[in-house]
């Protein structure tokens, strides 16, 4: 399909539009405070400018917390479905970040791999529409650009949304997409060459105004071929609190606890929540023993997952989409960024 352009002023008529299908959720800055991916409704304005919202959307597809199966008598192992028994609508996303839409393609592969397939997470997945938006100006802490997801994307999406000031150009990847511009195709216009001009020339400008650099090939292959001293490691990770913060806000990061929660006399709730490989308990076994009981082994093996060769071979590509929020989060300086920095510079 040839890119198309809308009017920003008519854009809540097409998410609108897409309400019927859908459940259509959408950048906004809700209460004034942080932006965040929160379901539409024409009371708030979506907001075209945040940076990054400070948790990723892997939230709608991946929840911190969720239900998977009650338990109603564990003697006769009587069980009843969790909350997907309610779910209905596929989720349609507008203002999907690339860095976001490359973590969740990420996701998708990690819950698809390896001879299980985490049916509830894939059906969220392949079933949404998803509608990126290009950044027009990187944030102090990304660098997708060093990690080959962002600041636009060639692929991986439905949509891919361009701000060109008073309109967005549309660029339509998918038969999904092309159903989504014909509910609502009278306010879309063939985009002009002008428009195609504008939106080159914003392509090119935004890809050299990145204040953020990572050394991602040094790291890769420093940390593949276990180049960086255990001392190194074990000076880094004194400054590391256990607060599993990078983990939490990471859209590629998939890690997850099991627990059953009581909700009645004979009852349970088995439930399924976000946990960090950084948390000691993490890789606890049954007989105590803890195979990554000091914290130099967690953060080796956090960094191992996220940039090794090893990994790469399993999963397509880095672990890291360059998003920056570890950058924010972390207070002790060991975001990917900040350590592969000193990797670079420490350990040759
Ligand atoms: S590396 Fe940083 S963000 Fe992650 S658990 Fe440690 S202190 Fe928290
Ligand atoms: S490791 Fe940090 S910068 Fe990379 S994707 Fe995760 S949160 Fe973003």
Avoid at 58 to 73: G, Q, S, W, Y
Avoid at 85 to 108: M, Q
Avoid at 184 to 211: C, G, H, M, Y
Wanted: with cysteine; aromatic share 10%.
């Amino acid at each position: 399909m040839r890119p198309m352009t809308i009017l920003e002023s008519v854009l809540p008529s097409f998410l609108a539009a897409l309400a019927g299908d859908y459940r259509v959720v959408a950048p906004q800055r809700v209460g004034g405070a942080d932006v965040v991916y929160a379901d539409w409704t024409d009371d708030v304005p979506v907001d075209l400018d945040f940076v990054n919202t400070v948790v990723p959307p892997k939230m709608l597809f991946f929840p911190a917390r969720e239900t998977l199966f009650h338990i109603e008598d564990p003697r006769h192992a009587t069980l009843s479905a969790g909350q997907e028994a309610g779910a209905t609508k596929p989720l349609a996303i507008f203002g999907l970040r690339s860095c976001d839409a490359t973590g969740l393609a990420f996701l998708e592969k990690f819950f698809a791999g390896r001879g299980f397939e985490d049916d509830t997470i894939l059906a969220r997945i392949r079933s949404a529409l998803t509608m990126t938006l290009a950044c027009r100006e990187p944030g102090a802490d990304c660098f997708c650009v060093c990690c080959e997801a962002g600041p636009w994307l060639t692929a991986g999406f439905d949509i891919q949304f361009s701000d060109l000031g008073d309109r967005l150009l549309a660029d339509v990847r998918t038969e999904k997409g092309e159903a989504a511009i014909a509910a609502a195709s009278s306010l879309f216009t063939l985009a002009t060459p002008e428009d195609l001009d504008a939106w080159s020339r914003q392509l090119t400008k935004v890809d050299a105004t990145f204040e953020r650099r990572s050394f991602m090939a040094a790291g890769t292959r420093r940390i593949s071929l276990g180049r960086i001293p255990q001392e190194k490691w074990e000076h880094w990770a004194e400054d590391c609190r256990g607060c599993g913060g990078c983990c939490f806000v990471c859209p590629t990061c998939s890690c997850f606890t099991v627990t059953d929660r009581p909700s009645g006399d004979d009852a349970f709730d088995r439930e399924r929540q976000w946990d960090a490989c950084l948390y000691e308990g993490f890789t606890r076994e049954a007989s105590g023993h803890n195979p990554r009981a000091a914290k130099a082994e967690r953060l080796k093996r956090r960094f191992f997952h996220k940039m090794s060769y090893q990994y790469i071979d399993v999963m397509g590509r880095h672990g890291c989409v360059g998003c920056g929020r570890c950058v924010a989060t972390c207070m002790g300086g060991l975001d990917i960024s900040t350590l592969l920095t000193r990797i670079h510079d420490e350990c040759p």
